[in-house]
Antibody, heavy 120, light 109 residues
Framework: EVQLVQSGAEVKKPGESLKISCKSS????????IGWVRQMPGKGLEWMGVIYPDDSETRYSPSFQGQVAISADKSITTAYLQWGSLKASDTAMYYC?????????????WGQGTLVTVSS | SSELTQPPSVSVSPGQTARITCSGD??????AYWYQQKSGQAPVLVIY???KRPSGIPERISGSSSGTLATLTISGAQVEDEADYYCYSTDRNDNDRRIFGGGTKLIVL
C-alpha cells in the first residue's frame, strides 16, 4: 500500500528556518517524482515543484523558485520542503504527493498535509 | 504561462446533474485531471486523462474534454459529493510545470 506520511504541524516566527518532511512507503521511492502543493487558508491548490529522488533533479514553479528548496534522501525514502527565512505569507497547509508515471504526471497519492503557521 | 479557469461555485439539488467546467488554452493539447477535496482532507484524484476514473471512484463521476474546455459531470449528485473540485493540467508553454484551476465549490442541497 502506497503511503506518504508528513511531519507534524509547525508554529514559527518570521525569519526562522524550517524543514518539513514526507516519508514514503509501499513503492520504489527512486522511480517516481514527488512534489509539494501549497494551500493557503481558504484558498486553492498551488503546484510548487517536484523532485526525482534517484538523482535529485528538481523542477520548480516560477512562483516558488528561490523561495523554497525541495530535497530528498533516498536512503530513508523521505522528501523535504525547506525555507531559509519564513514570512507570514508562508502560512499554509503543505501537501506532498507522488506523481504518477502517466503522461500527465498527475499526483496519484497524497500525504495528509502539514500545517505551517508563521506568526510573531 | 497557462491558466485554468473554473467557476467559484455550482449548486444543485440532490439527484440532479452537476457540471463543473475548466477552461484553459493548454487543454486542446494537454490532458485534464480532476481532484475532489472535502473539508479538512487531502485532495483525491477522481478523473485522469480527461475521462478515466481511478478504481474506487463511483461511476456517477465522469469527465470530458473538447477544445479549450474540460467538464466534470456528477450525475445524480449526492450530499456526500459536496466538496471543492480542482482541475489540473500541464502548462502549455512549459512541459515541466503543472497548474491547478482555482477550484469550484460544489453545493448539494
Amino acid at each position: 500500500e502506497v503511503q506518504l506520511v508528513q511531519s507534524g504541524a509547525e508554529v514559527k516566527k518570521p525569519g526562522e528556518s524550517l524543514k518539513i518532511s514526507c516519508k514514503s512507503s509501499g513503492y520504489t521511492f527512486t522511480n517516481y517524482w514527488i512534489g509539494w502543493v501549497r494551500q493557503m487558508p481558504g484558498k486553492g491548490l498551488e503546484w510548487m515543484g517536484v523532485i526525482y529522488p534517484d538523482d535529485s533533479e528538481t523542477r520548480y514553479s516560477p512562483s516558488f523558485q528561490g523561495q523554497v528548496a525541495i530535497s530528498a534522501d533516498k536512503s530513508i525514502t523521505t522528501a523535504y520542503l525547506q525555507w531559509g527565512s519564513l514570512k507570514a505569507s508562508d502560512t499554509a497547509m503543505y501537501y506532498c504527493a507522488r506523481q504518477s508515471p502517466r503522461v500527465g504526471s498527475e499526483f496519484d497519492f497524497w500525504g495528509q498535509g502539514t500545517l505551517v503557521t508563521v506568526s510573531s | 504561462s497557462s491558466e485554468l479557469t473554473q467557476p467559484p461555485s455550482v449548486s444543485v439539488s440532490p439527484g440532479q446533474t452537476a457540471r463543473i467546467t475548466c477552461s484553459g488554452d493548454s487543454l486542446p493539447k494537454k490532458y485534464a485531471y480532476w481532484y475532489q477535496q472535502k473539508s479538512g482532507q487531502a485532495p483525491v484524484l477522481v478523473i485522469y486523462e480527461d475521462s478515466k476514473r481511478p478504481s474506487g471512484i463511483p461511476e456517477r463521476i465522469s469527465g470530458s474534454s473538447s477544445g479549450t474546455l474540460a467538464t466534470l459531470t456528477i450525475s445524480g449528485a449526492q450530499v456526500e459529493d459536496e466538496a471543492d473540485y480542482y482541475c489540473y493540467s500541464t502548462d502549455r508553454n512549459d512541459n515541466d510545470r503543472r497548474i491547478f484551476g482555482g477550484g469550484t465549490k460544489l453545493i448539494v442541497l
